[in-house]
């Protein structure tokens, strides 16, 4: 079993909550009607603050303030050296304010405050700067025509955009739709999660006082059923860029087409393999294993929930992991001794520990966790189940918590085969010291990133994004700045030419 850590106190002082209301066109405001919701802390399960509950006027609202910041405000029209830096400003605010900023995802999503001080927020600003940098990198291409004809093509903004993210990573997730959105010139409206709204709001004003103008950014915090909604049928906005479940990505997606065809961007669920051949090192390969499940609590779209391992290693690499989860502290995650903090809230709580019900029906062995920890908050043991049948439900569905389905293989072509048995197609990870099955796997597997001796290996510069169920376009990389650019093409009469 995880050691627990008791100690719940911290010496960090926890901040004062400066913003609970929507920003709309540059100023805090309150809800058209007025309306709040509690968001709570999920180490505790008592009430951080009460947010303004945005609803569909409100969304009107914000879509106005963007749709005129757009088609009249400076914004499109700056000189792209300008806005990159305006962007590198508000990278630098984020860096001034980590920890205040790490406090709020600490507190609002369970999050571990050190490593998102340390390494997510100097991560999110560094996507910022990588699209500062992409800003004036915008161009379109000269046209090499049949006939007597100049053509040339404009990469030009899409316009307004609604940005829905996830709570599971809200500093990321704001940064990786805002970032290349900025750069290429868009406004939006952002509506971050109902369980985490705190860290957007922060942003918000951060990028006010960097020198974005009103209007280019709208935060409208309130529910997926009501804002998120109406932010997807409204007939002005131009283009949705949506991180979240499977489920809600085909609301969307009919939203958005029975409204006025706006184009979408779906970043969706996974259930990704995690392979291991038995001629690596297993004392190397077995901590990112359990580290590609149990970081951040499992709430992380590309965790490698579904571990295969050939069978020579088999047992050895099982014994490795039921060693190493002994020492995984899961506790207050403002405690730096920590390793894993709680669920994001109820909801999740209940569901992963739902599905570890489910494992013990079907009948897969139980190896280490499987419960709910006696204290207050929404903590769950690190649980690994091994001997997991691919049809069994934990092996078939994205839990989204910490917890780990272990499967034996012998060949690489079977093993392909059952990664391949999913719905889903986001990630996977491919443990071997034979490059021959390395190139193999790497290009059999239907996933939209493959990580080589290696896992969780983001960067500003590498796509990202899913096959399948698991969505369609890319975040990151060149990529993400592209989707939110239409092309135009220009042609014009040449006449007497002497060439074409």
């Given at each position: 079993?995880?050691?627990?850590?008791g100690?719940?106190?911290?010496?960090?002082?926890?901040?004062?909550?400066?913003?609970?209301?929507?920003?709309?066109?540059?100023?805090?405001?309150?809800?058209?009607?007025?309306?709040?919701?509690?968001?709570?802390?999920?180490?505790?399960?008592?009430?951080?603050?009460?947010?303004?509950?945005?609803?569909?006027?409100?969304?009107d609202?914000?879509?106005?303030?963007?749709?005129?910041?757009?088609?009249?405000?400076?914004?499109?029209?700056?000189?792209?050296?300008?806005?990159?830096?305006?962007?590198?400003?508000?990278?630098?605010l984020?860096?001034?304010?980590?920890e205040?900023?790490?406090?709020?995802?600490?507190?609002?999503?369970?999050?571990?405050?050190?490593?998102?001080k340390?390494?997510?927020?100097?991560?999110?600003?560094?996507?910022i700067?990588?699209?500062?940098?992409?800003?004036?990198?915008?161009?379109?291409?000269?046209?090499?025509?049949?006939?007597?004809?100049?053509?040339?093509?404009?990469?030009?903004?899409?316009?307004?955009?609604?940005?829905?993210?996830?709570?599971?990573?809200?500093?990321?997730?704001?940064?990786?739709?805002?970032?290349?959105?900025?750069?290429?010139?868009?406004?939006?409206?952002?509506?971050?999660?109902?369980?985490?709204?705190?860290?957007?709001?922060?942003?918000?004003?951060?990028?006010?006082?960097?020198?974005?103008?009103?209007?280019?950014?709208?935060?409208?915090?309130?529910?997926?059923?009501?804002?998120?909604?109406?932010?997807?049928?409204?007939?002005?906005?131009?283009?949705?860029?949506?991180?979240?479940?499977?489920?809600?990505g085909?609301?969307?997606?009919?939203?958005?087409?029975?409204?006025?065809?706006?184009?979408?961007?779906?970043?969706?669920?996974?259930?990704?393999?995690?392979?291991?051949?038995?001629?690596?090192?297993?004392?190397?390969?077995?901590?990112?294993?359990?580290v590609?499940?149990?970081?951040?609590?499992?709430?992380?779209?590309?965790?490698?929930?579904?571990?295969?391992?050939?069978?020579?290693i088999?047992?050895?690499?099982?014994?490795?992991?039921?060693?190493?989860?002994?020492?995984?502290?899961?506790?207050?995650?403002?405690?730096?001794k920590?390793?894993?903090?709680?669920?994001?809230?109820?909801?999740?709580?209940?569901?992963?520990?739902?599905?570890?019900?489910?494992?013990?029906?079907?009948?897969?062995?139980?190896?280490?966790?499987?419960?709910?920890?006696?204290?207050?908050?929404?903590?769950?043991?690190?649980?690994?189940?091994?001997?997991?049948?691919?049809?069994?439900?934990?092996?078939?569905?994205?839990?989204?918590?910490?917890?780990?389905?272990?499967?034996?293989f012998?060949?690489?072509?079977?093993?392909?085969?059952?990664?391949?048995?999913?719905n889903?197609?986001?990630?996977?990870?491919?443990?071997?010291?034979?490059?021959?099955?390395?190139?193999?796997?790497?290009?059999?597997?239907?996933?939209?990133?493959?990580?080589?001796?290696?896992?969780?290996?983001?960067?500003?510069?590498?796509?990202?994004?899913?096959?399948?169920?698991?969505?369609?376009e890319?975040?990151?990389?060149?990529?993400?700045?592209?989707?939110?650019?239409?092309?135009?093409?220009?042609?014009?009469?040449?006449y007497?030419?002497?060439?074409?």
């Open positions: 079993m995880a050691e627990m850590n100690n719940s106190e911290t010496q960090f002082q926890i901040p004062k909550i400066k913003f609970t209301k929507l920003f709309i066109n540059g100023e805090f405001v309150d809800s058209v009607s007025g309306n709040t919701f509690e968001t709570i802390d999920p180490r505790n399960e008592e009430v951080i603050a009460r947010i303004s509950e945005g609803d569909k006027e409100d969304v609202l914000a879509v106005k303030a963007a749709r005129e910041a757009f088609d009249n405000g400076p914004w499109p029209r700056l000189s792209a050296a300008e806005r990159r830096r305006i962007m590198l400003k508000f990278a630098d984020m860096i001034e304010n980590a205040e900023i790490a406090a709020l995802d600490a507190m609002d999503a369970g999050k571990l405050f050190v490593p998102v340390t390494m997510d927020i100097p991560a999110a600003a560094e996507i700067r990588y699209y500062a940098g992409a800003a004036d990198k915008i161009h379109g291409t000269t046209l090499k025509m049949s006939r007597e004809l100049q053509g040339y093509t404009l990469l030009e903004p899409i316009g307004v955009v609604g940005h829905i993210i996830p709570w599971n990573f809200p500093t990321q997730m704001f940064v990786m739709k805002v970032g290349p959105a900025l750069a290429a010139g868009c406004t939006m409206i952002v509506k971050p999660a109902e369980q985490t709204p705190l860290s957007a709001l922060y942003y918000a004003q951060l990028a006010k006082q960097a020198g974005v103008p009103d209007g280019v950014i709208n935060v409208v915090t309130g529910f997926g059923s009501t804002a998120g909604a109406a932010l997807c049928s409204h007939m002005d906005v131009d283009k949705i860029s949506f991180t979240g479940s499977t489920e809600v085909r609301l969307v997606m009919q939203a958005a087409a029975l409204s006025n065809l706006k184009p979408v961007s779906l970043e969706l669920g996974g259930k990704s393999p995690f392979i291991v051949f038995d001629d690596v090192d297993v004392d190397k390969v077995a901590p990112l294993a359990l590609g499940i149990l970081f951040n609590k499992g709430e992380i779209c590309v965790a490698g929930s579904r571990l295969f391992i050939q069978e020579g088999y047992d050895k690499f099982v014994k490795k992991l039921e060693q190493m989860v002994k020492t995984w502290v899961v506790g207050d995650p403002f405690d730096p920590s390793h894993q903090g709680p669920q994001v809230d109820k909801k999740q709580y209940e569901r992963v520990l739902s599905y570890i019900e489910h494992g013990k029906r079907e009948g897969a062995k139980l190896l280490t966790g499987g419960n709910a920890l006696d204290r207050k908050g929404y903590f769950i043991e690190p649980t690994i189940f091994i001997d997991v049948e691919d049809d069994m439900k934990i092996a078939k569905e994205e839990i989204f918590g910490p917890v780990l389905a272990v499967m034996k012998k060949t690489v072509e079977e093993v392909i085969k059952r990664a391949n048995c999913t889903y197609g986001l990630a996977a990870g491919v443990m071997t010291n034979d490059l021959n099955i390395a190139n193999t796997v790497s290009r059999s597997i239907r996933a939209g990133v493959i990580w080589i001796n290696c896992y969780f290996a983001f960067d500003p510069d590498c796509p990202y994004g899913g096959y399948k169920c698991s969505g369609f890319r975040d990151l990389g060149m990529e993400g700045l592209h989707k939110y650019l239409q092309v135009k093409s220009v042609a014009t009469p040449i007497n030419s002497p060439w074409l």
